[in-house]
């Protein structure tokens, strides 16, 4: 069944598409269209605005997804966001946001471990963080150094679990004609992160043609 697709694509508003004119602008679906090869590849879209690391983890052990995660050819995962951004309007301190990032990461191993575990043979994509805010504000540089912190666990958990890992830090810095809002990406912003996803895709998969 080589032209079989079975996509899913879990996490927050980032893969539910929040900012995109309509659900076709989003990035999982300029991800499906490029790698669905056949009418019988499907695609579902289990994004979630406002879900954090550890509301992921749970939806993931749901018997239900779990059966899913088996079928699964491709998954595409955005999570972590929201816990910063949580932080952040709880006006954390500087050991708050430590702990936030402690905790990030343990439910990032637990995510990919049952992923992997319950399917280690799908192509597994896990995006990192990047930094919407404009260069004004009080805590951009701030944010600046714990989101490349963060990134660098990501990369790092996602290796060990063979898991491949999107860093979007650098195409939205200081970009603010990608955004809706102050958090989300545009029809043109999630093209961005369509092409980072794809461009690694196609590094591991090999020669392509996107239709």
């Not at 927050?12 to 900012?19: H, I, N, R």
């Not at 063979?162 to 029809?187: G, Q, R, Y």
């Not at 093209?191 to 591991?204: C, E, H, P």
Request: include cysteine; glycine fraction near 6%; hydrophobic fraction near 35%.
């Amino acid at each position: 069944m080589e032209n079989r697709v079975f996509y899913l694509a879990l996490g927050d508003s980032l893969t539910e598409g929040v900012g995109a004119s309509e659900q076709n602008k989003s990035f999982t679906a300029h991800f499906f269209h490029a790698i669905k090869q056949t009418n019988e590849c499907q695609y579902m879209n289990f994004g979630k605005s406002a879900r954090c690391s550890g509301e992921l983890l749970e939806s993931l052990a749901e018997s239900n997804m779990r059966n899913l995660l088996k079928r699964a050819t491709h998954i595409t995962i955005t999570t972590g966001g929201n816990d910063m951004i949580r932080a952040y309007r709880n006006n954390a301190t500087f050991l708050e946001y430590v702990r936030t990032v402690r905790s990030l990461e343990q439910n990032l191993k637990r995510i990919l471990q049952l992923i992997t575990q319950t399917n280690p043979n799908s192509k597994t994509f896990l995006m990192g963080l990047y930094n919407p805010g404009s260069t004004d504000h009080s805590l951009y540089k701030m944010a600046n150094l714990l989101i490349q912190r963060i990134n660098k666990i990501y990369e790092e958990t996602a290796r060990h679990f063979n898991v491949e890992t999107i860093n979007p830090m650098d195409s939205f810095l200081n970009k603010p004609h990608l955004l809706a809002d102050e958090v989300h990406p545009n029809d043109l912003g999630y093209r961005v992160l369509a092409d980072l996803f794809l461009n690694k895709y196609w590094s591991i998969s090999g020669p392509h043609k996107i239709s």
